[in-house]
C-alpha cells in the first residue's frame, strides 16, 4: 500500500507561483507512475501533470503547459509540481496519484491505484 502526502498548496495572487510536493509514505515511488489532478468546486477532476516512473517522460495538460512543470527526486520519493504565472482559473484542490509503470503516459483518474488526500491552492485575481 503506498500512501501519498501532498503540500505546499496555499494562497496566491495571480501571476505567483506555488511549488507543490507528493511524498510516498514508503521506498516505493520510484516504481511508480505519478500524476498530479486538480478539481475545483463543482467541476470533474482534471488532469494536469504526470510523469513516469524514471522521470524521463513528462505530460501536461494544455490549460498548464508552459507554466507548470513536473519533477522528481526518487531518492528523496518525492514528486513535485512548481506552479508559475498562476491564474484565478487554477484555483482548485490538487492531489497527486500513482499507478504502476507504463509504457504510454495516461491522464485519465481511474488509471491510477493510490491518491494523496489533496491540498488547497487558492488564486486570488
Known amino acids: 500500500q503506498v500512501q501519498l502526502v501532498e503540500s505546499g498548496g496555499g494562497l496566491v495572487q495571480a501571476g505567483g507561483s506555488l511549488r507543490l510536493s507528493c511524498a510516498a509514505s514508503q521506498r516505493t515511488n520510484s516504481r511508480y507512475d505519478v500524476a498530479w489532478f486538480r478539481q475545483a468546486p463543482g467541476k470533474e477532476r482534471e488532469f494536469v501533470a504526470a510523469i513516469n516512473w524514471s522521470g524521463g517522460f513528462t505530460n501536461y495538460a494544455t490549460s498548464v503547459k508552459g507554466r507548470f512543470t513536473i519533477s522528481r527526486d526518487n531518492a528523496e520519493n518525492t514528486v513535485y509540481l512548481q506552479m508559475n504565472s498562476l491564474k484565478p482559473e487554477d484555483t482548485a484542490v490538487y492531489y497527486c496519484?500513482?499507478?504502476?509503470?507504463?509504457?504510454?503516459?495516461?491522464?485519465?483518474?481511474?488509471?491510477?491505484?493510490?491518491w494523496g488526500q489533496g491540498t488547497q491552492v487558492t488564486v486570488s485575481s
Open positions: 496519484a500513482a499507478g504502476a509503470p507504463l509504457s504510454y503516459m495516461r491522464n485519465w483518474p481511474g488509471s491510477y491505484d493510490y
